[in-house]
């Protein structure tokens, strides 16, 4: 019997190394991650200067408590805003804490408590986060939630209206749900839900734990949107592998988070803030995003050509983007592994393809080798 708790339904294979967008197992069988560690690993694996950030801030400083000014933390707040509406940042270890810090922001700037999420959508796992998700799998067994979310299904106008009363604070919404099956806002419903916070005085808190940093082609999904949040949570791609997480907000946020009314012991810490700061030089830096997008419709485009549309929704943006198979697709998943490709599910029906930013076409043309190939043989044979 395993050390470990059985939380996790872990796959047979140990990776040990990786490089670019290449893992390799215990056996020396190599892998072509188009997971990224679920998002994270942005710059693909053992990227050179996220070594060298590494290795240098860790020679100098690995950790100073929040109780010292941090001018790194400035500097990295700083490129996270340029060019934005926001003005503040918040640093933490996960996306699910910066949720927990989004919501008692929402919370506390309002005064009041009900905080509106979505049908499949997924926040994280602690108690503030889990009640917030809109999927009863990931509640069960944990009752009672927090019974101020009121979750109502996605993209649907008058089911949000319906609950729209003097006690809500914030509307909470990932701007393409990514556990939820890769399910984006359509631009009605960003207009709904814009001009409901407008006319009510409610914030919007966008969750981009997932898509954040370049992920859907540009720096934040918000901008393709339609959307203009008060409040964004990132994590996940911040750090490239290295636990972080940031809430951003705007100017008029600025005095509801006073000294003592949140904080964490690790959060941006002087490693985390220097290996973040390498990922958002380079995701920011001209050209990279340029890139991606261009890497998206390569991958997008081979796909429906080889993937008939009525057996198959190609959607997504960016390099997330997902493969409805109208079936569930743990199987496939598996033999993509034995095949040599990463891939990981999203919802029950859809293949989720989340490379390294840095992929490679060729990668890409690999990729959709193995996926093509497992998904236009019969699965009775
Ligand atoms: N929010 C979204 C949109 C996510 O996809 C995730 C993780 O999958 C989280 C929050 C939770 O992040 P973490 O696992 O870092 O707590």
Request: charged share 20%.
């Amino acid at each position: 019997m395993s050390t470990l708790f059985n939380n996790y339904a872990r796959r047979p294979v140990h990776l040990v190394k990786g490089e670019g967008t290449v893992v390799e197992d215990a056996d020396g069988k190599k892998y072509l991650d188009f997971t990224s560690g679920i998002a994270v690993v942005s710059l693909g694996h053992a990227h050179p200067a996220i070594v060298n950030a590494i290795q240098v801030q860790s020679e100098k400083l690995w950790h100073v408590s929040n109780l010292f000014e941090s001018p790194e933390q400035e500097k990295l707040a700083a490129s996270l805003i340029k060019d934005t509406h926001f003005a503040h940042a918040f640093f933490c270890n996960s996306g699910a804490e910066a949720n927990e810090a989004a919501i008692k922001l929402a919370r506390k700037h309002t005064g009041k408590s009900t905080i509106i999420t979505f049908d499949q959508s997924f926040h994280g796992r602690t108690f503030g986060a889990m009640a917030a998700t809109g999927q009863d799998k990931i509640k069960q067994g944990f009752g009672p939630m927090l019974d101020t979310f009121k979750t109502v299904p996605f993209n649907d106008p008058g089911a949000l209206e319906a609950v729209i009363g003097d006690d809500v604070a914030a509307i909470m919404l990932e701007v393409i749900q990514g556990e939820g099956g890769i399910h984006a806002v359509t631009p009605e419903f960003a207009t709904v839900i814009s001009d409901i916070c407008k006319s009510k005085g409610i914030l919007c808190i966008v969750d981009e734990v997932q898509t954040g940093i370049g992920r859907t082609g540009t720096r934040y999904a918000y901008e393709q949107s339609g959307l203009k949040p008060d409040i964004m949570t990132l994590a996940k791609g911040l750090g490239g592998g290295f636990p972080i997480g940031a809430m951003l907000g705007t100017a008029e946020l600025f005095d509801s988070f006073g000294p003592g009314t949140h904080g964490t012991t690790f959060g941006g810490n002087p490693l985390a803030v220097a290996v973040a700061q390498t990922v958002v030089d380079h995701v920011f830096e001209e050209g990279f995003l340029k890139e991606v997008n261009e890497k998206s419709n390569a991958l997008i485009r081979k796909l429906k050509v080889s993937l008939s549309p009525d057996q198959y929704d190609i959607r997504g943006q960016g390099l997330l983007i997902g493969i409805d198979c109208k079936e569930d697709v743990a199987p496939f998943i598996r033999q993509a592994e034995e095949a040599g490709l990463l891939v990981v599910q999203a919802g029950t029906d859809v293949i989720r393809l989340l490379p390294p930013l840095t992929v490679t076409e060729e990668e890409i043309d690999q990729a959709v080798d193995v996926l093509t190939s497992i998904l236009l043989v019969p699965t009775t044979i």
